[in-house]
């Protein structure tokens, strides 16, 4: 019962991300200040992403050496599109 409890605070603190997100994107702060407001929707993303692979994704209870394997692919990834970016012409 308290797996229901954690899950669903952690359901509101998503949606609250999600929702601040959302007023960055459409209250115009992206005519005032582009790189603020890019910035702010990108770190508020990475944040989104770590809770859900902690908490939905079970990695926090897991061993490390499966949080590195998955840290990894994440590097490994990011690396392929910023090469891949890199080569379109």
Do not use: N
């Amino acid at each position: 019962m308290s797996h229901t409890k954690l899950y669903a605070a952690i359901y509101v603190v998503l949606f609250a991300f999600a929702t601040i997100q959302a007023v960055v994107e459409y209250a115009g702060f992206l005519e005032q200040s582009y790189w603020l407001a890019f910035w702010a929707i990108i770190v508020l993303s990475v944040i989104k992403a770590v809770i859900v692979a902690a908490y939905y994704q079970h990695l926090r209870w897991e061993p490390r050496a499966v949080s590195y394997l998955v840290v990894g692919g994440v590097v490994a990834a990011v690396a392929l599109t910023a090469a891949a970016s890199f080569s379109i012409t």
